[in-house]
């Protein structure tokens, strides 16, 4: 099979790419590299032994996603391309609507020119909005505190309405809890351009020496602990369910939403603590105010997703901390 990835060179886009050839379907990477690097096709090729093709392009631009589908058979797309910092989305929303609508309808009209009918779509637990008890499970009112939470809510509306009136489409909607992580090699990781916004990558660079301590963003929630709980799974996890959900996508039409979490959840607090003791390392902290629109815990029922797609998160919290600190030192190694 031949798979359209777009955002394909991002951290869970580029995971998923390796899975998909290592499994021996043929991948097209489809990615603007607005927010990932240009060497990540090649180290997804070190890892694979096998080349993905790749387009350098925005998938809102029509012409240029034409060709695509124009040059070869296409059997299915994996969407992950979309701007996905929670905050920044508070400060630009127009630019996240336009962004993340935009590529998701071109996509969708390209798609139907060329009869592709498969499409698993990188969505978010976010979409499950502040008012759901945990843990969550799927058919839960959707509802978002962020733009870039809304534009999740949007599309999984736009490919539920799409599939109403197009009976062949599958669309597999993948709501991802909280990947950290990377690839074993060492090669592959979550490395945001600037300070990151999220815990374990802004974790690894104060464990480097590159940022001076951590500041957790609340100690006084209503948990365990006082700080906020979440369900972390390994990214080498969320690749696999994204095949699982290919598979589905197979035997399968309609819209679907799944939970991809591991249904467990773990402090900041623990999370840090299981880093330094996993690692040999120091993450300096201090306990500052809570950080506007976090909620105290939120985890996945996975059921459905075992039951349905086949799939279950394998590998622990110390897998996750010890891989993402073999990714930074890889990287620090390399420069
Ligand atoms: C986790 C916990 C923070 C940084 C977000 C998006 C979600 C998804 C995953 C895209 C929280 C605390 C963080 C720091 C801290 N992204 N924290 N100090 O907010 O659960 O989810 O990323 O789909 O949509 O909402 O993840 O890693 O930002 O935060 O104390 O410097 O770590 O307060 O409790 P979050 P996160």
């Given at each position: 099979?031949?798979?359209?990835?777009?955002?394909?060179?991002?951290?869970?886009?580029?995971?998923?790419?390796?899975?998909?050839?290592?499994?021996?379907?043929?991948?097209?990477?489809?990615?603007?590299?607005?927010?990932?690097?240009?060497?990540?096709?090649?180290?997804?090729?070190?890892?694979?032994?096998?080349?993905?093709?790749?387009?350098?392009?925005?998938?809102?631009?029509?012409?240029?996603?034409?060709?695509?589908?124009?040059?070869?058979?296409?059997?299915?797309?994996?969407?992950?391309?979309?701007?996905?910092?929670?905050?920044?989305?508070?400060?630009?929303?127009?630019?996240?609507?336009?962004?993340?609508?935009?590529?998701?309808?071109?996509?969708?009209?390209t798609m139907e020119r060329h009869g592709?009918?498969?499409?698993?779509?990188?969505?978010?637990?976010?979409?499950?909005?502040?008012?759901?008890?945990?843990?969550?499970?799927?058919?839960?009112?959707?509802?978002?505190?962020?733009?870039?939470?809304?534009?999740?809510?949007?599309?999984?509306?736009?490919?539920?309405?799409?599939?109403?009136?197009?009976?062949?489409?599958?669309?597999?909607?993948?709501?991802?809890?909280n990947p950290i992580g990377a690839h074993?090699?060492?090669?592959?990781?979550?490395?945001?351009?600037?300070?990151?916004?999220?815990?374990?990558?802004?974790?690894?660079?104060?464990?480097?020496?590159?940022?001076?301590?951590?500041?957790?963003?609340?100690?006084?929630?209503?948990?365990?602990?006082?700080?906020?709980?979440?369900?972390?799974?390994?990214?080498?996890?969320?690749?696999?369910?994204?095949?699982?959900?290919?598979?589905?996508?197979?035997?399968?039409?309609?819209?679907?939403?799944?939970?991809?979490?591991?249904?467990?959840?773990?402090?900041?607090?623990?999370?840090?603590?299981?880093?330094?003791?996993?690692?040999?390392?120091?993450?300096?902290?201090?306990?500052?105010?809570?950080?506007?629109?976090?909620?105290?815990?939120?985890?996945?029922?996975?059921?459905?997703?075992?039951?349905?797609?086949?799939?279950?998160?394998?590998?622990?919290?110390?897998?996750?901390?010890?891989?993402?600190?073999?990714?930074?030192?890889?990287?620090?190694?390399?420069?």
């Open positions: 099979m031949t798979i359209l990835v777009t955002g394909g060179a991002g951290y869970i886009g580029s995971h998923t790419c390796v899975e998909l050839l290592q499994k021996g379907c043929e991948v097209v990477i489809a990615d603007n590299f607005s927010n990932s690097s240009r060497d990540v096709p090649a180290r997804i090729a070190r890892i694979a032994g096998k080349q993905p093709q790749v387009c350098e392009l925005d998938v809102a631009d029509c012409q240029a996603l034409e060709q695509i589908f124009a040059a070869q058979h296409i059997d299915a797309v994996i969407h992950f391309a979309g701007l996905k910092a929670v905050g920044e989305s508070c400060q630009i929303p127009l630019r996240y609507y336009r962004n993340n609508l935009d590529t998701t309808l071109t996509l969708l009209e592709c009918a498969k499409l698993v779509f990188s969505s978010s637990a976010t979409v499950y909005g502040p008012k759901n008890e945990i843990p969550y499970v799927e058919g839960m009112d959707t509802s978002a505190t962020s733009p870039y939470g809304w534009t999740k809510v949007m599309i999984e509306q736009i490919l539920r309405d799409y599939c109403a009136v197009n009976p062949d489409f599958s669309a597999v909607l993948l709501r991802y809890f074993e090699s060492g090669l592959l990781g979550d490395d945001p351009n600037g300070i990151p916004n999220n815990l374990m990558p802004y974790i690894v660079r104060v464990a480097a020496g590159r940022l001076p301590n951590l500041t957790v963003f609340g100690g006084d929630y209503p948990t365990r602990d006082g700080t906020c709980l979440r369900d972390y799974l390994h990214v080498v996890d969320l690749a696999k369910g994204h095949l699982c959900a290919l598979d589905y996508a197979q035997t399968h039409t309609g819209a679907e939403a799944f939970n991809l979490g591991t249904g467990d959840s773990v402090s900041v607090l623990e999370l840090v603590r299981s880093f330094q003791r996993v690692n040999g390392v120091s993450v300096p902290y201090v306990i500052g105010g809570r950080r506007d629109g976090d909620l105290a815990e939120f985890y996945a029922n996975p059921a459905r997703a075992r039951d349905e797609l086949h799939w279950t998160a394998e590998k622990s919290v110390d897998d996750m901390c010890r891989d993402a600190w073999h990714f930074i030192q890889t990287r620090l190694s390399e420069a």
